[in-house]
């Protein structure tokens, strides 16, 4: 079953555009006649499909095959040489225009949205005069279709079948040419006008002065779209993690009822300590979610040793020392979430080496993990525990710079002290 995945330039084509495919190997104009096809019928438009004698076949079976899936609305006509490029044994340009301009009027008679073109033109280059009249039909397109119609129009050429005197003719004729399965706007696209045999050098330099400009001054259509779609896409998967997340994290809460509050601010404690180191704004995000599940792990760790109010046993400990693990292997097989159950896995090593799971030391200890294990603790200590009643928040200052250089990287340690006392001081301001 072929893919119906289309190359994603294919959502910002719209009627009007003039593309032509450049190629070295049938399969290459194939795979994206198929994507053109398709794109189109899901539109709703009709597709007239000129076929060629060398990919007709393969191109048609692949699109056969899409239809099956359903979802396309648009209407698929084949048309073969003689019924339109050789009516006759010849290729008349105007009359090719006029057969479009008729196929459009009867698209939307029929409620269709549009129409999209395709065909193979190699055959006229046997004909006498055929690189003349390619070139004349390609320049009619432009400016009697393309300008007036809902048509969208894909050429094709093989540059081991043409000069390179045709190909860069079919270079100036296109305002859209793809190559290696890339669109690009061409900057060396020339109007009808920058072909007149007598003023045409002045309008090229124009022209292409005014593309130059043009590309230097701001980014094509095509890219502006794909990046707000990737904008988009992002935007998507964020609220996707944040809802997953949440959800993990709301479990260990029915699981443990301590970690109603302290997962959350374990999460916005580490955040705000990110933003007061000026990491990047997508390491706030991984660490403010990393803090949000460090404890899904404790999900399998029993209630009775979880809220035991003695001392663990030795058994009892081991057991809770593997938590960052569950939680690591939880999180690693969800998409993308990659980095964040890494920092989770290792949010209990210390700088010394003497941490678990897996006894990491200094740098080998990821810097997510680092920020975790100081946000961690702080809130364990300011928060009363079923052994033990909570530290004044100078008591637990006081225990994070004892156990700089041992348990927490001395230098991390200094800086996270320094974001609580200026918390510390904006809170006096405030009150006063």
Known sequence: MPSTDNPRHNLYIKPGDHLVILYEEEEEATDYLVTFIHAALKKNERCLYIAGAENADAVLSKILLLKTEGFLQGDLVVLSQEESYAINGEFNPDRMITLLMDQCDQAL??????????????????????????????????????????????????????????????????????????????PFYLPPEGFNPLDGSRHQVATWLRNIQDFTREKSRFRNSMEQKNREVKALHDNMTDSILKALSGLLTVHDPYTTDHSENVALLAREFAVFLELPEETVGHIYYAGLVHDIGKTLVPKRILNKSGPLTAEEFDLIKKHPLHGAATLENIQGLEGIALGVKHHHERWDGRGYPDGLAGEAIPFISRILALADTFDAMTNDRTYRRAFSRLAAIEEILACAGSQFEASLAASFVSYLEQEDLLVLENIN
Not at 111 to 117: E, F
Not at 145 to 170: Q, W
């Open 109 to 186: 008679a029929d409620g269709y949205t549009g129409l999209s073109v395709t065909g193979d033109i190699s055959p006229v280059l046997a004909y006498d005069r055929g690189r003349d009249l390619i070139i004349e039909y390609e320049l009619k397109l432009n400016d009697r279709l393309f300008n007036a119609y809902p048509v969208t129009g894909l050429c094709r050429y093989n540059i081991h079948k043409f000069s390179y005197e045709m190909i860069s003719d079919v270079i100036r004729l296109h305002p859209l040419i793809i190559w290696k399965n890339t669109l690009h706007e061409n």
